[in-house]
């Protein structure tokens, strides 16, 4: 096939596809984002006390905006040189009774974001979302967020300093930011943004400003305060982590600021955990051979692997290489990774050996996760859901 033939690449917050592998380059250029250089990491890590995630190390987060800037008032404030409060924000829409591998990505690395930077968090779970986009019934859908919440809370989220909330719960109070985004946001926007058509229901059309509110502390009255003063809001800063698939919300959130009298929201963007299938798309709650559930037993990791990751005799770049590629997400010892590179390269290693280890990573991490997730109980979910301050 012609060069020209290949297939666009897409993504957005609903599908993500390509011929073969993502072009995150592009995505850079289409997006108007910035790459995370050598520079910035630097920066990222002199202001803070432990090293850099694995995630920063390894590219996995890559795009960002407007983090130089985030992080040059996060220093000045730790060294009580300026007087500025910063929260995380991230989320999940409910789709599926639990979270698959790719969803820890971005709630991995928010949870250690949380604990290098010592700042609260807010976690969104857009059931509104799901029950406009699925065909799911209501009822269904707030029962899924209460599910994914128990996921999110193994995790390791610090209880004191995350506020989780759903979406149908919460709605209410952060109403006057929503109408606000609402209000900035012309049907002719959010057409060209999401790709709405005459079709679409009227409630998708209305959806983006709801995952864009939490990016002000007005959406959090009982964090940030009732009536903020223009100064109070100027000093409040909001850092959202989460895939490129979901940067065009936050696009939305960043025309808003200046209308809302708010800072813009900084970003830091990940690339996609393929499917186990290969690269070219993202690994998906839909596609259930292509994924690994946290809930899935030992055997259904093994026999997914087995039967679905494609193992070639050679390969001429390590991200040829699904195993290595999953592994690059998941094995954490440096040393190790980077042997298993040189040694797969260099033909030293066979795939199915490299296909073995990562079953025998992921087998660790789920049945760890899995113990975690035994031990969330109601108790836990009512208090990481509960409106209170996180300071
Ligand atoms: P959802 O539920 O599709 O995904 C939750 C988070 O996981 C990321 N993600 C992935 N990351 C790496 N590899 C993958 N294969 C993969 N698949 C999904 C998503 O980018 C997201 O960060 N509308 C949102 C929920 C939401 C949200 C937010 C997400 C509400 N507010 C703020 C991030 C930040 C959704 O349906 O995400």
Known sequence: MAETDKKEQVVTPWDVSAEDQIDYNKLINDFGSQRIDAALLEKFAGAIDVPLHQFLTRGIFFSHRDMNQFLTNYIATKAGEAKNAFYLYTGRGPSSGSLHMGHLVPMRFTKWLQDALDIPLVIQLTDDEKFLWRDIEFDTVRQLAIDNAKDIIACGFNPERTFIFRDSDYYQDMYETILSCQRATTMGTSKAAFGFTEESNIGKASFPPVQAAPSFPTAFPHIFG??????????????????????????????????????????????????????????????????????????????????????????????????????????????????????????????????????????????????????????????????????
């Open 226 to 391: 009732k009536d903020l003063s223009k100064k109070a809001k100027g000093a409040i800063t909001c850092l959202i982590p989460c895939a490129i698939d979901q940067d065009p919300y936050f696009r939305l959130s960043r025309d808003y600021a200046s209308k809302l009298g708010c800072n813009k929201p900084a970003l830091l963007h990940s690339v996609f955990l393929p499917s186990l299938a290969g690269a070219g798309t993202k690994m998906s709650a839909s596609a259930t051979d292509g994924s690994i559930f946290v809930t899935d037993s030992m055997d259904t990791i093994k026999a997914k692997i087995e039967k679905v990751v494609p193992v070639a005799e050679t390969v001429a770049e390590a991200g040829d290489d699904v195993s290595l590629e999953w592994l690059k997400f998941f094995l954490e010892d440096d040393a190790e990774f980077n042997k298993l590179c040189e040694d797969r390269l260099a033909g030293a290693v066979s795939g199915v050996a490299i296909r073995d280890r990562l079953v025998a990573v992921l087998q660790d991490m789920a049945a760890e996760f899995q113990a975690r997730r035994a031990a969330v109980t109601d108790e836990d979910v009512e208090k990481f859901f509960s409106k209170r301050s996180l300071y």
